[in-house]
């Protein structure tokens, strides 16, 4: 790991961590990137790049799956606009996270806001697509409110730091578990509701399929070259598997796990198969469709208010945590665990927020799968410049994105997991009081495929032990503050059903 940066009294200035003056530098990219004093290179930063870009490519693929549904008046979004927009919002907004912030972060379209979104829109009655887009623009809004008045980080600064180290382990368990499920590794079997949950090994507890193979090989070829300390050991791993994978779908032509007309091939690939499709040019029409108070008069005040506040809750805490478990990934927090310009980051994860809503493809954040490329060795914003200009290029070379299937990135993402979660030995677990919050953090991270859910239930936790033990001093106001709006988010909808919603 590097050295932590210098500490800083305003984090959002330009201090001593961005002097042009610092040792090692050889030339302005390095200097104003500070690519030297980050222990890193500018091979290994674009080796960053594009490792965390391929981790990243699948949600231009699934993010139109998501929000593909009609809505309220049975209009659809359209799976080629809404690829469009999600490389273009997240190709600027994490060149902005780069140039600015200057940190290794990359940011899409959140697949858990999202997934709200889509629900919101199939079951509120009356409600369309470019109003729900309209509450997303107004969250994101109310963030840059929070951050502009320093809000977000005071309550950042407020977490104790055994929930801190907790949020980096439940990432990295977190990352593990989406690889493992992207894979097929773990497959989504039906619960009692009728939904998939992602329990249970291979198809019918026994693993098959070429896709498999090839996660497998991309593992074992990964960790190896990780425990060896090859350099560029996580990209040489994807591209083993891509290889693979490729070859593989020429010779027993799989297909994808869901074809076209709907059915199902449970030893397919993930998402879609290995190809290379016919080129077509971006369609940007859905960009500034979205209607800011269509919500309130469709589904009137109190309802619209409610959603925003759902749609906040998630993306405040789930930037607020991925943040912190990625700098720490990365060696960059001072000597007292502050992240440099961490007004920055989370200003810029804000603006994503509207960006993504006013281009109607949804809520932007900071991507866990940025964590690829901080094992591959990228540690400055000069990774993330690569990984954004690499999502505007895939708007209009979309067919190469195809290429990569997600079982070949899937084995960085579980090794990142592990690099992230040795941290668990940093927790007093002789400290019960803030040990128990800790481990209800990071094992609801990957139970509820939620960073924002692990927080809050660690939180809560934090603040009810601590006063039953008589020490309620030690929990910040803030952390009250907080606490008691999780418990409004964890009970929505007993909320929506007193008031009738």
Do not use: C
Not at 11 to 24: F, M
Not at 122 to 149: D, Q
Not at 459 to 466: D, E, G, L, S
């Amino acid at each position: 790991m590097p050295s932590p940066e210098s500490p800083s009294s305003a984090l959002d200035t330009v201090n001593s961590v961005d002097s042009t003056d610092t040792p090692g530098s050889t030339n302005a990219l390095d200097r104003f990137f500070l690519i030297s004093r980050r222990g890193s290179t500018v091979a290994q930063e674009i080796r960053g790049g594009l490792a965390t870009f391929l981790a990243m490519s699948y949600i231009i693929v699934l993010n139109p799956l998501v929000l593909s549904g009609p809505d309220a008046n049975g209009d659809t979004l359209g799976i080629a606009r809404v690829a469009a927009v999600t490389a273009l919002v997240a190709g600027i907004s994490t060149i902005a996270m780069g140039v600015w912030a200057r940190h290794p972060f990359a940011l899409a379209a959140g697949l858990g806001v999202n997934a709200l979104v889509a629900i919101t829109v199939a079951t509120t009655t009356g409600i369309t697509w470019p109003a729900v887009m309209g509450l997303v623009v107004i969250a994101g809004l109310v963030m840059v409110l929070l951050v502009a008045t320093g809000f977000r980080q005071a309550v950042f600064n407020a977490v104790p730091d055994a929930l801190k180290t907790a949020i980096v382990v439940g990432i990295g368990l977190f990352i593990a578990l989406i690889g493992l499920v992207n894979s097929g590794f773990i497959r989504r079997v039906p619960d009692a509701a009728g939904t998939t949950v992602p329990v249970g090994l291979g198809t019918g507890g026994e693993l098959e399929g070429w896709p498999v193979l090839v996660f497998v090989v991309g593992l074992l070829v990964t960790a190896v070259l990780v425990v060896r300390k090859t350099r560029g050991a996580i990209l040489i791993g994807i591209v083993v598997a891509t290889v693979l994978a490729n070859i593989l779908e020429a010779v027993f032509h799989i297909g994808p796990s869901v074809d076209e007309a709907g059915n199902a091939n449970p030893t397919g690939w993930s998402l879609v198969a290995p190809s290379f499709p016919e080129w077509t040019a971006p369609d940007l029409s859905l960009v500034g469709r979205a209607d800011l108070l269509g919500a309130f008069t469709q589904v009137g005040p109190l309802m619209a208010l409610l959603l925003v506040f759902a749609i906040l809750l998630s993306v405040f805490f789930d930037a607020m945590g991925t943040s912190v478990g990625l700098a720490r990934e990365a060696g960059n927090v001072t000597k007292d665990g502050d992240i440099p310009h961490l007004n920055r980051v989370l200003m810029v994860d804000a603006l994503a927020v509207s960006a993504g809503g006013g281009a109607s493809g949804s809520a932007n954040q900071i991507f866990v799968e940025s964590g690829t490329g901080i094992g591959e060795g990228a540690r400055t914003g000069f990774a993330s410049v690569v990984t954004g200009v690499l999502f505007l290029l895939a708007m209009f070379l979309t067919p190469l994105i195809y290429l990569v299937p997600f079982e070949a990135v899937a084995p960085a993402l579980v090794v990142v997991g592990f690099m992230m979660a040795t941290q668990v030995v940093q927790i007093d677990w002789a400290d019960w009081g803030a040990a128990l919050p800790a481990f209800l953090t990071f094992i609801l991270m990957p139970f509820t495929y939620s960073i924002a859910n692990g927080i809050g239930a660690g939180m809560i936790a934090y603040a009810v032990i601590r006063t039953a033990q008589g020490r309620a001093k030690d929990v910040h106001p803030l952390l009250w503050v907080v606490a008691a709006a999780f418990v409004v988010y964890f009970g929505m909808g007993v909320f929506r059903g007193l008031l009738g919603l």
